[in-house]
């Protein structure tokens, strides 16, 4: 693994401005907060200077675990480094470590001073410093975690280069002597960290048991946590504290102790019974799981998150004619929640009711896309990225320092230019949604449903309008379920469903309520929504794409002539097949677009692919499938994984949630022994290529 003696680094030209450019944009910070900035004062025979770099992943639960990290630090760059490419005159005096508590909305920082003494205080959006609480301790600490767990892997909130530490290291511990390894841990690189995973029972977890002890002590007010782009009003079950709760019980599998937890909140939160039934499903123990949501139902029968649950759990046995009673009470319980409204067109898409699908996703209340907290720092007088000396991929790390910016020039623009992949929150998911539709009864036959449901241009110009002053309402259509009318019938009783009040998003425009079309001969169909409209456009954009291609491909083929593009261009269509479900062309592109540069966005679909898509297509094609086939995938998915871990380990990254999820499938499945040695002779010429796995997943069994 890297030690810390070889992270990226930004020189400052005016010492400690990268703290004032902080300082002054603590009050934009609205969300979770930018990663955590650690800051280097040195002192030469030329005076002070000071580096800086981002991180996530350590522990600041205290002023004394963070002067351990950064005592680590301080101890490898002014000890073993080249600074620069030179060796370093100077020394450290200064490390000072800034993290944003995103419950109070204030940054926290810890300065350790150099041989000795540690300061701590957090100061708020005005500038002004304050004292430390123990209280502010555990939500600076939580606030960490939720960003190392949920955004370990999401390009859009990581700054280039940002260190990516493990958030939950692992003690051994002899549990016969009680001996440990704490007292050799300062020799040891920070980064060489204990496995997230424990090896067996006599494995203790520290950071574990203060995860969830803190989890428990904060989760009432975890809504002040914020929530993601698809939740409108942040609640005590959906929120940002929750996620991370529920992304360490996948990683960490101790299943008991969270659901002990979540029993222990149930006496003061009801809400939380959604949460324990989430639990028992990671479990496996479906029976209990039903049984947990019957009883909270029969308690409160409109819990959307439960009915939501339920819907989804239906979903995934089949049930689609249950499913669809459970979505609409959810829509009907919380008509203002995207997700339970996508929820319901996945019900109807799966049961073919194209027309209602069309008209529930004309109801869907959309929100703007809100930007992950970040800040512009003063341009660096230097930058550092130093390569790590292990584990390494030669065409890996040789493709990350390619500039593609010739390669940009010479493949066609539009290609460049496709909408689709800007597309962000609710917008993205109704489009996963149209893609569903339209991979299963192409353009012409949704283009057709369209026509039945919704007013065409034609028509409402024959129609004609009375009143030109409704052409500037901006309200959702509300007439969804069912489509001759707006309401919603559950259970004998009707209530009203819709998003009426919303605030529209920016890409919206003004759209026409379904009460302002007078014309007898389509009074019963609804205006469709501008946004909808565009996607209409999005779609058209990507299936024109994916057509002009395949033909282009099949006239070559016709003509015994080879059919080549660059590898960005292969990436791009692979992308669009992906996006319209047709995986085996993408992951042919895919491939194509391998073989002449690695790509990391492609290795994360092919990971996405063959951990997610390819076990459900084996389920239904499995006589067909052939040992070779299986094979062959089973090769391809490790081959991608371990390119993705050199990527990281390249990128400074030791953590990644899903590298962690896709190789414990791979385990569960074929074995540890069995993986292990499938890497080992798929990259039997690259050294240190397995130690660096095992050191990922170190205690994955």
């Excluded at 009680?178 to 980064?191: L, R």
């Excluded at 800007?422 to 109704?430: G, I, P, S, Y």
């Excluded at 004998?492 to 014309?519: D, F, I, R």
């Excluded at 039997?684 to 095992?694: F, I, R, S, W």
Aim: net charge negative; with cysteine; hydrophobic share 40%.
């Amino acid at each position: 693994m890297a030690t810390l003696d070889a992270i990226h680094r930004f020189l400052e030209t005016t010492v400690g401005e990268s703290l004032t450019a902080r300082t002054n944009a603590l009050a934009t910070f609205k969300e979770l907060g930018p990663p955590d900035l650690v800051h280097l004062t040195k002192v030469d025979h030329r005076g002070e200077s000071g580096t800086y770099h981002y991180v996530i992943g350590v522990d600041v639960s205290s002023a004394a675990s963070v002067a351990v990290h950064l005592n680590q630090l301080t101890y490898s760059l002014g000890e073993e480094q080249l600074w620069f490419g030179k060796p370093q005159t100077w020394k450290i005096t200064q490390g000072l470590l800034c993290s944003f508590n995103a419950f109070t909305k204030c940054d926290v920082r810890i300065i350790v001073k150099i041989p000795g003494g540690v300061e701590s205080y957090f100061v708020d959006p005005r500038g002004e410093r304050h004292s430390m609480t123990d209280q502010v301790w555990l939500e600076t600490y939580m606030s960490a975690m939720i960003r190392s767990l949920l955004f370990a892997d999401d390009d859009t909130f990581l700054t280039h280069g940002c260190l990516k530490l493990r958030p939950l290291p692992l003690k051994k511990k002899n549990v016969v002597n009680g001996d440990s390894d704490e007292g050799n841990s300062s020799k040891k690189d920070a980064t060489s960290l204990p496995s997230l995973i424990p090896d067996s029972d006599n494995d203790v977890y520290l950071g574990g048991d203060f995860f969830l002890d803190t989890f428990e002590r904060l989760f009432g007010i975890g809504p002040l946590s914020g929530a993601c782009s698809e939740i409108q009003v942040p609640t005590l079950v959906s929120n940002y504290l929750v996620d991370a709760f529920m992304a360490f019980m996948r990683i960490t599998r101790l299943y008991d102790r969270g659901l002990e937890i979540v029993r222990r909140l149930q006496t003061e939160y009801p809400e939380v019974v959604s949460l324990i039934a989430r639990i028992q499903l990671l479990m496996d123990e479906e029976v209990e799981a039903v049984k947990t949501m019957v009883k909270g139902l029969e308690e409160n029968g409109r819990d959307a998150d439960l009915l939501s649950l339920q819907a989804e759990f239906l979903l995934s046995k089949n049930r689609e004619d249950m499913a669809l009673g459970c979505a609409t009470r959810a829509v009907n319980s919380a008509p203002s929640e995207s997700k339970l409204w996508t929820e319901l067109v996945q019900v109807y898409i799966r049961q073919k009711d194209w027309e209602n699908a069309l008209l529930t996703l004309n109801s869907c209340p959309m929100f703007t896309y809100h930007e992950h907290d970040q800040h512009r720092m003063p341009a660096p007088a230097k930058s550092h990225y130093p390569l790590p000396l292990d584990g390494i991929l030669k065409d890996v790390y040789e493709a990350s320092q390619v500039d593609q910016t010739e390669e940009h020039a010479q493949i066609d623009p539009k290609l460049l230019k496709l909408p689709a992949p800007n597309l962000r929150a609710t917008f993205a998911k109704v489009y996963e949604h149209l893609t569903a539709i339209v991979h299963e009864i192409g353009w012409d036959q949704l283009l057709e449903v369209r026509s039945r449901v919704f007013v065409m241009d034609e028509e409402y110009k024959r129609g004609g309008r009375s009143d030109k002053s409704n052409n500037q309402s901006g309200s959702a259509s509300t007439a969804a379920i069912p489509p001759a009318s707006a309401t919603a019938s559950v259970a004998g009783s009707t209530t009203a469903v819709g998003s009426a009040g919303l605030t529209a998003p920016e890409t919206s425009h003004a759209n026409v309520s379904s009460t302002s079309v007078s014309a007898p001969q389509f009074r019963h169909k609804r205006l469709c929504e501008r946004w909808l409209d565009n996607l209409f456009m999005v779609l058209y954009e990507d299936l024109k794409v994916y057509t002009v291609w395949r033909a282009e491909m099949l006239y070559s083929q016709s003509e015994n002539r080879p059919f080549e593009k660059h590898a960005l261009e292969w990436e791009i269509l692979g992308l669009v097949a992906f996006r319209l479900r047709h995986y085996n062309e993408a992951v042919d592109a895919f491939m194509h677009s391998l073989s002449a540069r690695f790509s990391a966005r492609v290795c994360w679909k092919l990971l996405q692919y063959y951990s997610d898509v390819y076990p459900e297509q084996e389920k239904q094609l499995a006589p067909q499938v052939s040992k070779t086939v299986a094979r062959v995938a089973e090769e391809r998915e490790i081959d991608v994984l371990v390119r993705l871990v050199s990527f990281n380990h390249r990128c400074y990254s030791v953590f990644s949630v899903k590298l962690i999820e896709a190789y414990r499938k791979l385990v569960d499945r074929d074995g540890l022994v069995k993986i292990q040695n499938r890497i080992r002779a798929i990259f039997y010429d690259d050294k240190g290529v397995l130690e660096l796995v095992n050191e990922v997943f170190q205690g994955i069994h």
